[in-house]
Nanobody, 123 residues
Framework: QVQLVESGGGLVQAGGSLRLSCAAS????????MGWFRQAPGKEREFVAA????????NYADSVKGRFTISRDNAQNTVYLHLDSLKPEDTAVYYC????????????????WGAGTRVTVSS
């Protein structure tokens, strides 16, 4: 089992920034990719960003490219999501996810989910 614990959500004005963290523990050796999804009120959960633990290669949803940055700290088993130039439409619960590889993760084949952290962007 892998446990994922998110932190860093909150309320921010449009144009502002936040940093989300996801600490992974447990049998993480079976998951080569970590990522973030989000679910806005009344909408389906959607992919946001993914990163490969070993290579550091990244993938982003078109809606966040150039504004969000995913990074990792292998020593701390922690993945970060830096959210810049936030818009009201970024308001959602953000979920950390772990998967076998990036391709599966991007397509929603997630092995483990965190409980989520709420991000609210006011206009």
């Amino acid at each position: 089992q892998v446990q994922l614990v998110e932190s860093g959500g909150g309320l921010v004005q449009a144009g502002g920034s936040l940093r989300l963290s996801c600490a992974a523990s447990g049998r993480t050796f079976g998951t080569s990719a970590m990522g973030w999804f989000r679910q806005a009120p009344g909408k389906e959960r959607e992919f946001v960003a993914a990163i490969n633990w070993r290579s550091g290669s990244t993938n982003y949803a078109d809606s966040v490219k150039g504004r969000f940055t995913i990074s990792r700290d292998n020593a701390q088993n922690t993945v970060y999501l830096h959210l810049d130039s936030l818009k009201p439409e970024d308001t959602a619960v953000y979920y950390c996810a772990a998967g076998l590889n990036e391709l599966l993760l991007i397509h929603g084949r997630v092995s483990y989910w965190g409980a989520g952290t709420r991000v609210t962007v006011s206009s």
